[in-house]
């Protein structure tokens, strides 16, 4: 079983930046396909980004592209995502997860079997 504990959550103001970092244990990390989602009050769980397990490529969600940067450290078991110029309509509750079947990463929930607790971020305006 895979345990994935997010942290860096937290309030910020309009443009500023948070790291959000998530560490797993239980698996060989290097194996693992990770992605970042959100959930934000009265809306469906989104997928923003995903870093793959073989090549460590990345995808993004339009709406974070250019803003948020997804990076692993094979090294600590752990997986970051540095959002800049945060906007208030990137106020949610953030998860990571994980899945070791994937050749590639995707941005689609349904995906992956292990998630975290997520933690929560809000950005004033």
């Known amino acids: 079983q895979v345990q994935l504990v997010e942290s860096g959550g937290g309030l910020v103001q309009s443009g500023g930046s948070l790291r959000l970092s998530c560490a797993a244990s239980g698996f060989t990390f290097g194996d693992l396909a990770l992605g970042w989602f959100r959930q934000a009050p009265g809306k469906e769980r989104e997928g923003i980004s995903c870093?793959?397990?073989?090549?460590?490529?990345?995808r993004y969600a339009s709406s974070v592209k250019g803003r948020f940067t997804n990076s692993r450290d094979n090294a600590k078991n752990s997986v970051y995502l540095q959002m800049n110029n945060l906007k208030p309509e990137d106020t949610a509750v953030y998860y990571c997860a994980a899945e070791a079947s994937l050749d590639r990463c995707q941005l689609a929930s349904k995906e992956y079997d292990f998630w975290g607790q997520g933690t929560r971020v809000a950005v004033s305006s």
């Open positions: 870093i793959s397990n073989f090549d460590g490529s990345t």
